[in-house]
């Protein structure tokens, strides 16, 4: 059963890739480049195979740490509002080198969640995703953390970009939710404290049991943990919109997935059958 849902996940055509900031860094706060590319060339080759594809990116706070080449995460919130804005050009810069490297055309797009709830901007917002993806044009997705005072603060307990790639999910009527993390899927407990932790296959429905097995935050560059990818998971699946959560060390998994192999975590929608 398994095998034939994963097969399943060959005919989906409307794709969101999540990034974290673990992915695109490394421990030293500096981008990691060589994944960076890859990444550029994975999601390139795939909107030349006919994939319509949204990109949401953590690591814009992460990078202008690196960029300033300051340690540890800083608590001031005028602080992390600044390090956004400088790292956040600096992504952005990256990005557009490396996808053009592809003959690949990128489009910013910041997002608050008042842009999503409030019902005229809303409208505006996807209008938009529609016309860069009709065009063939990827946009590329982050929290306006330099404007956002609730979605900065909350992000240090709640990782606020797991959430909005869901809420992107749903607002491009996306077939899948690819989350890259920096573990190989979704575990019954914390592989990186328990070496006995089994990785869990497929999730057909988030129960109680599910929910114990999440736990922790994020790393000091980043500030997402595994409640807030299952809490993303809950949100897409409840949409109709099958989740993986895999491994982005090799951004080439991307493909693996979409041949259907046994890759990362498949949560399954509700609404589809797979």
Do not use: W
């Amino acid at each position: 059963m398994s095998d034939e849902k994963r097969a399943a996940l060959k005919n989906v055509k409307r794709v969101v890739i999540k990034v974290g900031t673990s992915t695109l860094t490394h421990q030293t706060g500096r981008m990691n480049l060589i994944r960076m590319d890859k990444l550029s060339m994975v999601i390139s080759e795939l909107i030349n195979q006919g994939y319509l594809v949204v990109l949401v990116s953590s690591g814009a706070i992460g990078v202008g740490m690196g960029k300033l080449n300051i340690k540890e995460r800083p608590k001031a919130m005028g602080v992390k509002q600044a390090l956004a804005a400088v790292g956040q050009c600096e992504l952005m810069n990256i990005y557009s080198k490396m996808f053009s490297a592809y003959n690949q055309i990128v489009a910013q797009i910041l997002l608050t969640k008042n842009d999503v709830e409030d019902d005229h901007k809303r409208e505006n917002i996807i209008n938009t995703f529609e016309h860069l993806l009709a065009r063939h044009i990827l946009p590329i997705v982050n929290e306006n953390d330099t404007v956002s005072i609730d979605e900065v603060a909350a992000m240090d307990n709640f990782g606020d970009n797991d959430t909005l790639s869901a809420v992107v999910a749903q607002l491009i009527h996306a077939d899948l939710l690819i989350i890259l993390t920096d573990t190989d899927g979704f575990y019954n407990g914390n592989p990186k404290e328990h070496v006995d932790c089994k990785l869990i296959d497929t999730v057909t429905e988030i129960t109680d049991e599910i929910r114990h097995y999440a736990g922790g935050k994020g790393t000091k560059l980043g500030t997402g943990g595994m409640v807030t990818k299952l809490n993303a998971a809950d949100i897409a699946t409840n949409s109709g919109i099958h989740v993986v959560l895999a491994n982005g060390d090799d951004p080439f998994t991307v493909f693996h997935i979409l041949s259907g192999e046994k890759t990362g975590t498949l949560f399954v929608s509700k609404d589809k059958k797979i």
